[in-house]
Nanobody, 124 residues
Framework: QVQLEESGGGLVQAGGSLRLSCAASGRTFTVNVWGWFRQAPGKEREFVAAISRSTGTRSYVDSVKGRFTISRDNAKNTVYLQMNSLTPEDTAVYYC?????????????????WGQGTQVTVSS
């Protein structure tokens, strides 16, 4: 089992920045990919970014490329999502996820463990 806990969400004005953190515990050595997803009210959960735990290979949804950066600190078992130039369209609950299969998955079914989520609200 792997436990995930997100932090760093909050309210920010458009154009601002936030850094989300995801602290992992448990059998973290079994994890191959870390991901961030988001879900806005009335919408499906959307892939945001993912990173391979071993190689550091990254993948992003087009709407955040150039604005968001995913990174990981394997020694601390922590994954980060640096979010810059935020817009109201980025408002959502952000979820951290951990996947056991090799490969940078971009769909929720590619992940085995999920955090509780952290709210990000961007005001205009």
């Amino acid at each position: 089992q792997v436990q995930l806990e997100e932090s760093g969400g909050g309210l920010v004005q458009a154009g601002g920045s936030l850094r989300l953190s995801c602290a992992a515990s448990g059998r973290t050595f079994t994890v191959n990919v870390w991901g961030w997803f988001r879900q806005a009210p009335g919408k499906e959960r959307e892939f945001v970014a993912a990173i391979s735990r071993s190689t550091g290979t990254r993948s992003y949804v087009d709407s955040v490329k150039g604005r968001f950066t995913i990174s990981r600190d394997n020694a601390k078992n922590t994954v980060y999502l640096q979010m810059n130039s935020l817009t109201p369209e980025d408002t959502a609950v952000y979820y951290c996820a951990a996947g056991l299969r090799v490969g940078v998955a971009k769909v929720p079914s590619g992940y085995n463990y999920w955090g509780q989520g952290t709210q990000v609200t961007v005001s205009s």
